[in-house]
């Protein structure tokens, strides 16, 4: 059973990571209706950012804070001059995150180098819990706490403040809430900046847990991301949760059990959702 309890940790924390990405992705989609692939270049941008700023500072928080601070930025100068001409327009959305997605990544490279960078976990969080025969690591169950709690966050910004409310309603009417005197561009460009602190934030926190950062670790997460938001229901964010969970939990399972079906995995359980529930677990169904 301490097999079990260990790979249960594990898939929890994977899961707490992979929702930090899916929950930018599907609030950006709900919210805004943006198909946005720059998320997995923020998710790198992150990553460096974070060790970049440990290294000179030696704290750990400062280095989150100063990736956020990154995605908030880069999420608003992308909304501002190169999102906010597109919306309603999929095909260019599609065509222009790509394109930045491209450029930033390549920016990456040229300002750290095209090799892994070495990341080291803060020591208050490097070590493990023993409870009987179950091995924990300390940095994991962190993971889930910053998982928990960012969920519960967005969830309550979303559902019970003016804010949520606001943008809510401007996803419906936009025009109706503009002639009530509020300007709904500035909380779009608010949710688009928010998605992307959450992608930086990602990967900030998913550099310590494998002990690297490279260049070419955005795209396979925003892939993973992207399965999470459709195995959850586009743009559904309580679907992103339990997709992420439900994602971390094969994976860590998978990986332990039969290593050459990791890779698979995620995807056959994708198929499998979408062959019983087309939508998503919390999607819509459209009907025509």
Not at 35 to 48: A, E, K, P, R, S
Not at 97 to 114: A, C, E, K, S, Y
Not at 192 to 204: D, E, Q, R, V
């Amino acid at each position: 059973m301490h097999i079990f309890a260990m790979l249960f940790i594990n898939g929890l924390a994977e899961g707490a990571l992979i929702f930090l990405m899916a929950a930018g992705l599907s609030i950006i989609l709900g919210l805004l209706g943006v198909v946005n692939f720059t998320h997995g270049t923020l998710f790198i941008w992150g990553g460096y950012v974070s060790i970049w700023v440990f290294g000179l500072s030696g704290n750990f928080f400062i280095a989150l804070l100063a990736a956020i601070a990154a995605g908030i930025l880069m999420g608003l100068i992308f909304e501002r001059l190169f999102v906010r001409p597109v919306y309603g327009n999929v095909t260019a959305q599609i065509l222009i995150t790509l394109g930045l997605m491209t450029i930033f990544t390549d920016m990456v490279r040229l300002l750290w180098g095209p090799n892994p960078i070495p990341a080291n976990r803060p020591d208050f969080i490097d070590g493990t819990w023993i409870w009987g025969s179950v091995i924990i690591s300390q940095y994991r169950i962190f993971l889930i706490v910053i998982g928990v709690l960012v969920a519960i966050g967005i969830n309550f910004l979303i559902n019970r403040t003016r804010v949520g409310m606001i943008m809510r309603a401007g996803t419906q009417s936009p025009d109706m809430v503009q002639a009530m005197g509020i300007n709904i561009k500035v909380y779009f460009s608010g949710v688009f900046a928010g998605g992307a602190a959450l992608a930086a934030l990602g990967g900030a926190l998913y550099v310590p847990l494998v002990g690297s950062v490279w260049s070419g670790m955005g795209i396979n997460n925003q892939i993973l991301a992207f399965i999470v938001v459709i195995l959850g229901g586009m743009g559904s964010f309580y679907g992103s949760a339990v997709g992420s969970i439900i994602i971390g939990l094969t994976v860590a399972m998978v990986s332990w059990f039969y290593p050459p079906l990791t890779v698979y995995s995620t995807v056959i359980l994708l198929i499998l959702v979408l062959s019983l529930k087309p939508e998503g677990l919390f999607g819509t169904a459209v009907r025509r």
